[in-house]
Structures are given as structure tokens and as C-alpha cells.
């Protein structure tokens, strides 16, 4: 059974880089039939996909355009987990941010982590 | 960009058939998945490519797509399955998510 735990500070004030780390439990984070996505849930945006990574044979990733200049996510296969960073964040970047599992395709979100709640505020 | 369409509430007395509906361009092309989602905790996958149930999850819960949408069905509806349901689709190496809809079993 596949478990992810996720770490990371809640609290940033604007311009501050967001980062949270995802520990896998049960599966490799260079599993070649696993990828590796963050998701966040705000009130205004609802749930969306931030991007994910995965590895097939190197490491790929795919991002959402509303983020796309700011996102990284990477993968740290000592500690068997992956990482969320996304730079100069704004009060709009607020939500609930998720890290989940996924095969490549076709793609749905099995597990999730617990979520942490980063709050965006001067 | 693609988007998915939700009602934003629904309606049952227990015992009763919850429908849910989702509503995107040529969304029957697609795999949709859904999630349940009760306040303060994570979305929990209850349906996978239109129709197939994780593990774990009751026979209550059946999926169906067609056409511009998908629909997730929750028979004998209890008060424990009171939640928001978002479904979910993948366009162009993004998933996109529906709006979610709440359920309320009276």
C-alpha cells in the first residue's frame, strides 16, 4: 500500500519561495509506472494539477501553464521522495496543497498526502 | 483550455440514488475519474477510467460516460457518503478538474 506524507512550512510572505517535500512510502519514486504530481485547493481555484514527474529512463516533467515559470518539482531518490517549489508567491498562491501518486496514463490520483495548508500573507 | 462542468449541489434522502454529472467537449473520449472529498480531508478516489471502483470502495458506487459526459452513481445512498465529488479528466499532458459538486443527504 502506497503512502505519502508531506512536509513543508505553512506560513510565507510574499515573494518567499514555497517548498514542500512528499516522503513515498511503498513504491520508488523512480518506479518507471508511477509519476509523481502536487495538486493545491484554494476557495477561488477549486482542486488544480500543478505539474508531476516521473522517470522513464531520465526524468521528465509536466507542468501546468498557470505556473509554469515559477513551479519545480523534483525527485530525491536517496530519501525516496519528491519535492514542490514554486517561487515569488502571492496571497493568490494561498490553498491547501496536495502531493499524489499517479500512473502515466491514463491518469487519476491514488493516494494523496494529507494536504498542507500554505497561507500566502505579508 | 478544457474544462469540466459541475453542478454545484445535490440532494438526496438516504436510501435514495445520487447522480452526479460532469460536462465537457467529447468527454466520452476520455477517461474520467472522480473523487470524494469529506471537509478536512483528502480526495479519496471512488472511480477510475469512467467505470472501474478502487478497492475498498462499495458496489454502491457505479460510473458511466457517454457523449459530453460523465456520470458517477451512488446507489442506497448513506449518510456516511455525504461529501464533495470532483471529477477529473486529463487534456494536453494537464489534468483538469471539475468544480465539485456537494452532497447533502437530508
Known amino acids: 500500500q502506497v503512502q505519502l506524507h508531506q512536509s513543508g512550512p505553512g506560513l510565507l510572505k510574499p515573494s518567499q519561495t514555497l517548498s514542500l517535500t512528499c516522503a513515498i512510502s511503498g513504491d520508488s519514486v523512480s518506479s518507471n509506472t508511477a509519476a509523481w504530481n502536487w495538486i493545491r485547493q484554494s476557495p477561488s481555484r477549486g482542486l488544480e494539477w500543478l505539474g508531476r514527474t516521473y522517470y522513464r529512463s531520465k526524468w521528465y516533467s509536466d507542468f501546468a501553464v498557470s505556473v509554469k515559470s515559477r513551479i519545480t518539482i523534483t525527485a530525491d531518490t536517496s530519501r525516496n521522495q519528491f519535492s514542490l517549489q514554486l517561487d515569488s508567491v502571492t496571497p493568490e498562491d494561498t490553498a491547501v496543497y496536495y502531493c499524489?501518486?499517479?500512473?502515466?496514463?491514463?491518469?487519476?490520483?491514488?493516494?494523496w498526502g494529507q494536504g498542507t495548508l500554505v497561507t500566502v500573507t505579508s | 483550455s478544457y474544462e469540466l462542468t459541475q453542478p454545484p449541489s445535490l440532494s438526496v434522502s438516504p436510501g435514495q440514488t445520487a447522480s452526479f454529472t460532469c460536462s465537457g467537449d467529447k468527454l466520452g473520449n476520455r477517461y474520467t475519474s472522480w473523487y470524494q472529498q469529506k471537509p478536512g480531508q483528502s480526495p479519496v478516489l471512488v472511480m477510475f477510467?469512467?467505470?472501474k471502483r478502487p478497492s475498498g470502495i462499495p458496489a454502491r458506487f457505479s460510473g458511466s460516460s457517454s457523449g459530453n459526459a460523465a456520470t458517477l452513481t451512488i446507489s442506497e445512498t448513506q449518510a456516511l457518503d455525504e461529501a464533495d465529488y470532483y471529477c477529473?479528466?486529463?487534456?494536453?499532458?494537464?489534468?483538469?478538474f471539475g468544480g465539485g459538486t456537494k452532497l447533502t443527504v437530508l
Open positions: 477510467q469512467n467505470s
Open positions: 499524489a501518486g499517479s500512473k502515466l496514463t491514463p491518469v487519476h490520483f491514488d493516494p
Open positions: 477529473q479528466a486529463w487534456d494536453n499532458k494537464a489534468a483538469v
